[in-house]
């Protein structure tokens, strides 16, 4: 139901916009996340945005560089990732949750595919 796509090979300082597009459900009533799961990591909160994307939460580690953004129109969400550095390397999850927003994964009941992000510095 859900399908990300746009990952792909970078170098440092690089910029990629993920997208997630959304079948079988409506954007606007979810919330919202990004996840990713590094080489030998768990997985990871990257963002959250509430439905209408009244709130935004980062994760430390992305915030002022990563920005998440939505189209109700096309059922879809974009993770805008800049200033891209080798940490950044992992394969990124969307992810709607019925809940309010969430840093945990636990509260998302759909999730995408996948899609592998690789920096190279």
């Given at each position: 139901?859900?399908?990300?796509?746009g990952?792909g090979l970078?170098?440092?300082?690089?910029?990629?916009?993920?997208?997630c597009?959304?079948?079988g459900?409506?954007?606007s009533r979810?919330?919202?996340?990004?996840?990713?799961q590094?080489?030998?990591?768990?997985?990871e909160?990257?963002?959250?945005?509430s439905?209408?994307?009244?709130?935004?939460r980062?994760?430390?580690s992305?915030?002022?560089?990563?920005?998440?953004s939505?189209?109700n129109?096309?059922?879809?969400?974009?993770l805008q990732?800049?200033?891209l550095?080798?940490d950044?390397?992992?394969?990124?999850?969307?992810?709607a949750?019925?809940?309010?927003?969430?840093?945990d994964?636990n509260d998302y009941a759909?999730?995408?595919?996948g899609?592998l992000?690789?920096v190279?510095?």
């Open positions: 139901q859900l399908q990300a796509s990952g970078v170098q440092a300082g690089d910029s990629l916009r993920l997208s597009a959304a079948s459900l409506t954007f979810y919330s919202l996340g990004w996840f990713r590094r080489p030998g990591k768990e997985r909160f990257v963002v959250s945005m439905r209408f994307g009244s709130s935004v980062y994760a430390d992305v915030k002022g560089r990563f920005t998440i939505g189209d129109a096309k059922n879809t969400a974009y990732m800049n200033s550095k080798p950044d390397t992992a394969v990124y999850y969307c992810a949750a019925q809940a309010g927003i969430s840093n994964y759909y999730w995408g595919q899609t992000v690789t190279s510095s």
